[in-house]
T-cell receptor, first 115, second 112 residues
Framework: DARVTQTPRDKVTEMGQEVTMRCQPILGHNTVFWYRQTMMQGLELLAYFRNRAPLDDSGMPKDRFSAEMPDATLATLKIQPSEPRDSAVYFC?????????????FGEGSRLTVL | SQQGEEDPQALSIQEGENATMNCSYKTSINNLQWYRQNSGRGLVHLILIRSNEREKHSGRLRVTLDTSKKSSSLLITASRAADTASYFCATDAGQAGTALIFGKGTTLSVSS
């Protein structure tokens, strides 16, 4: 049963610490997305990769956030330094295409709490 | 920025009743998708409707799309307690290679 795997599922950290979230997309998918979900803002797009190349990271605070795809089986989202306002659930999703169709498959999310 | 906006924000119904959720969006689209999210879980794709389609069915789900009004509706017929979840519409921006933008969702509660 193919699925998107995210780690960690839960992370509690203190302000100023570095946080790295990892995502293993479904094998064969060529698009990977990072979304952040909060009660106030809903689901916000942070970054988007196609064939490992970043296409859109305009929704991501560049001073502290970075997203990479070291290889086709791993996407990372890093926050350094973390702040309490970064507390949210971060979702990774993968798909075969976007914009011209194609569903996204979501992981179960990484719940981040920054104290 | 939010592309889609769902209405209502919350909906409570009894089992067996139908549930209708609406979505409005701002720009032209290639397709519109609906997703479901159970509490504490990731989103799951329900149905996709293309801009040249007006209605689509999948089991107890019926989706309509009115591109002239930039709106869509999701109808769940004969609802069950297991349908309790949040439902989101998602749209692209009408250009190939753009990401999906999600609305804030409708929280549906079905009581038995």
């Amino acid at each position: 049963d193919a699925r998107v795997t995210q780690t960690p599922r839960d992370k509690v950290t203190e302000m100023g610490q570095e946080v790295t979230m990892r995502c293993q997309p479904i094998l064969g998918h060529n698009t990977v997305f990072w979304y952040r979900q909060t009660m106030m803002q809903g689901l916000e797009l942070l970054a988007y990769f196609r064939n490992r190349a970043p296409l859109d990271d305009s929704g991501m605070p560049k001073d502290r956030f970075s997203a990479e795809m070291p290889d086709a089986t791993l996407a990372t989202l890093k926050i350094q330094p973390s702040e309490p306002r970064d507390s949210a659930v971060y979702f990774c999703a993968s798909g075969l295409e976007s914009g011209v169709g194609g569903e996204l498959f979501f992981g179960e999310g990484s719940r981040l709490t920054v104290l | 920025s939010q592309q889609g906006e769902e209405d209502p924000q919350a909906l409570s119904i009894q089992e067996g009743e139908n549930a209708t959720m609406n979505c409005s969006y701002k720009t032209s689209i290639n397709n519109l998708q609906w997703y479901r999210q159970n509490s504490g879980r990731g989103l799951v794709h329900l149905i996709l409707i293309r801009s040249n389609e007006r209605e689509k069915h999948s089991g107890r789900l019926r989706v309509t799309l009115d591109t002239s009004k930039k709106s869509s509706s999701l109808l769940i017929t004969a609802s069950r307690a297991a349908d309790t979840a949040s439902y989101f519409c998602a749209t692209d921006a009408g250009q190939a290679g753009t990401a999906l933008i999600f609305g804030k969702g409708t929280t549906l509660s079905v009581s038995s």
